[in-house]
């Protein structure tokens, strides 16, 4: 008789958007020009999206204004999330 194991209990999803683009100033989070945002792409966890983050702001640090984020996004698609 042949054992089959129990299937792997597949984990949540957790997508992250990374974006960015020039910001208006330096202390603010308001886009100079919204319809030239990068959208650098959608990731499956925080560690691919922080890495993804990383290359970009890194890539663009000669420009002061340049800012990438990290939007959790599975806490907009899933608001109770974080009440777990």
Do not use: C
């Not at 597949?10 to 959208?39: N, Y």
């Not at 959608?42 to 663009?60: E, H, L, R």
């Not at 204004?65 to 974080?82: E, G, I, S, T, W």
């Amino acid at each position: 008789m042949t054992k089959h194991a129990a299937p792997a209990k597949k984990e949540k999803q957790l997508l992250h958007l990374v974006f960015g683009g020039e910001l208006e100033t330096l202390d603010g989070a308001t886009f100079r020009d919204p319809s030239k945002l990068d959208i650098v792409g959608v990731y499956p966890d925080n560690d691919s999206a922080v890495a993804a983050w990383k290359a970009k702001a890194q890539s663009t640090v000669d420009n002061a204004h340049m800012r990438y984020f990290v939007v959790h996004l599975y806490k907009l698609l899933d608001p109770a999330h974080d009440k777990l």
